[in-house]
């Protein structure tokens, strides 16, 4: 597969990323034929976080992937932390217990990349600051990161972290694109006009940011998934229309326009579905013209001002 730089690291990884919070849902067979077919297709780079599967989900991942020194070079472990039940922890004393907890459940001692889940609004980012140089200078994880997090909230971790912030993982999709809509509204009245993201996306593009987007395939907040939805036949004609163009699937046409974006994304698929990663996968080797990216935008029910 195709690969990218992550953020401003010299880390090369593949442009679709694999989503294991529900590998847990997966007998150990499938769970190993799902890893095993995501390898042979390049597709090597594993996110996770603690609270999937209340941690069974990286348990499920080490024993279906039969973790060893060997195994462990020829994949890329991404986690994240800070969400625990009623609340958001990103205390120094829970970033370090969190961490060594996926570790020990991903038969590891080292992730290359660690996010922050959710912003919260406890953070003291002096203690942030005190776990990632920890748990760098003690090689337990290489890169860090954030998920949902606004620039100014990254802002303020960067005041106190010297680590650069190689990651943003955001829910982005066809569907839930008001990231990039936004961009294009300004001074209009209409409902794209709202930044509610602070140019969440510019921003990120400016600091060298690799921007991830979480569920790719799903509208609304988990509602469900837009392909072969009734919801949206406009976007689905369009979609299978440009697919039978390039003789893939809508899933692979989904996931390219993603890429099309010069943003760079590395867009994390959660799908358990084998057939569905490998269609997605597929998308590395699309390369949507401008118009069938508008075309997409538009059918999606985005207006152009």
């Known amino acids: 597969m195709r690969t990218m ?30 890893i095993q077919t995501a390898l042979e297709l390049g597709a090597n780079f594993f996110d996770h976080a603690d609270i999937y599967g209340g941690g069974e989900c990286e348990s499920r991942f080490a024993e279906a992937i039969h973790m ?5 070079e020829r994949v890329i472990l991404q986690s994240k932390c800070g969400i625990r039940k009623g609340m958001y922890d990103f205390s120094k004393e829970h970033i370090l217990e ?3 907890g996926s570790l020990r459940r991903l038969h590891t001692d080292y992730l290359d990349v660690l996010l922050l889940h959710r912003p919260d609004a406890l953070v003291e ?28 909230q990254i802002e303020l971790l960067k005041k106190f972290v010297h680590q650069p912030i190689v ?110 990663l490998r269609a997605s996968c597929q998308a590395a080797d699309i390369q949507l013209t401008r118009q069938e990216w508008y075309e997409i935008y538009l059918a999606a029910g985005y207006q152009l001002p």
Request: with cysteine; charged share 20%.
């Open 5 to 34: 730089k992550l953020g401003c690291t010299h880390l090369e990884v593949p442009v679709v990323g694999i989503g294991c919070m529900r590998i847990n849902r997966l007998s150990q067979a499938e769970a190993e034929r799902y």
């Open 68 to 72: 060893n020194d060997d195994v462990r």
């Open 98 to 100: 969190a961490v060594d």
């Open 125 to 152: 980012p002096e203690e942030v600051a005190e776990a990632f140089e920890i748990l760098q200078t003690t090689g337990k994880v290489r890169y860090f990161g954030v998920s949902n997090h606004k620039p100014m």
């Open 167 to 276: 990651a943003n993982q955001l829910q982005l999709s066809i569907t839930n694109a008001t990231l990039i809509a936004q961009g294009m509204n300004l001074n209009m009245g209409n409902e794209w006009a709202v930044d509610r993201d602070e140019s969440v996306l510019d921003y990120c593009r400016i600091h060298d940011i690799t921007i991830q987007p979480w569920s790719p395939f799903l509208y609304g907040f988990f509602e469900g998934v837009f392909l072969d939805n009734p919801k949206f036949p406009e976007l689905n004609r369009k979609l299978d229309e440009i697919a039978a163009r390039y003789g893939v699937s809508n899933v692979t046409i989904a996931i390219a326009w993603l890429l099309r974006h010069p943003a760079k994304m590395q867009p994390i698929i959660g799908t358990m579905n084998v057939d569905r």
